[in-house]
């Protein structure tokens, strides 16, 4: 069974009202997700991020890069640390969920991925709405804790407890050593 990393809106301008927030929540997981994908990268499986378009239908992965690490970008430390691979693969979203309008499940199906893990922000949002969907779809999911932020402690203990009440999905912390 192939495993797959999701990597949802990482790569993020953070251009809203809560943007510093979500940042400060944000980049304690980021050095938690840096070291999944570099396992993931030593087992040679798939990563692939999944983010927002920006309501930019013509960007690309690298444009949406671009403008979230320019220098006015409020999301700039997270698209540094986290910057996409040239071997990664990248989905442009157009809402909350990586599913929705998107490639992702044909990319999944064409890798052979029956199981996820899932990290990213905001984990009461964008995360919560990808993981129903991927759950509806009847992959095996993992969601570690120490991988998804929102933009309160309270938030994001929401999305956990329904990640584990709801979907029965395990919330164990990773880290680069563990198996997953």
């Not at 692939?48 to 403008?67: A, L, M, R």
């Not at 442009?92 to 064409?110: A, I, Q, W």
């Not at 329904?162 to 880290?175: A, P």
Request: aromatic letters at 10%; glycine letters at 6%; hydrophobic letters at 40%.
């Amino acid at each position: 069974m192939s495993k797959a990393l999701l990597i949802i809106d990482m790569i993020n301008n953070l251009d809203f009202s809560q943007g510093p927030k979500l940042l400060e929540e944000s980049l304690p997981i980021a050095e938690n997700i840096l070291n999944i994908k570099k396992f993931f990268k030593e087992k040679n499986l798939p990563i692939i991020y999944v983010n927002d378009n920006f309501g930019k239908w013509k960007s690309s992965w690298e444009e949406v890069y671009e403008e979230c690490s320019c220098a006015e970008s409020v999301g700039k430390p997270l698209a540094q640390l986290l910057k996409p691979d040239k071997d990664d693969y990248f989905i442009l979203k157009p809402k909350h969920s990586g599913f929705y309008c998107s490639n992702l499940d044909v990319l999944l199906n064409d890798l052979g991925v029956k199981e996820l893990v899932i990290s990213g922000i905001a984990g009461n949002i964008c995360v919560l709405f990808t993981v129903n969907d991927a759950y509806m779809r009847g992959y095996s999911l993992h969601v570690p804790g120490n991988a998804i932020a929102s933009v309160s402690k309270e938030l994001n203990d929401f999305a956990l407890t329904q990640f584990k009440d709801v979907f029965g999905i395990n919330v164990e912390h990773l880290t680069h050593s563990d198996h997953v």
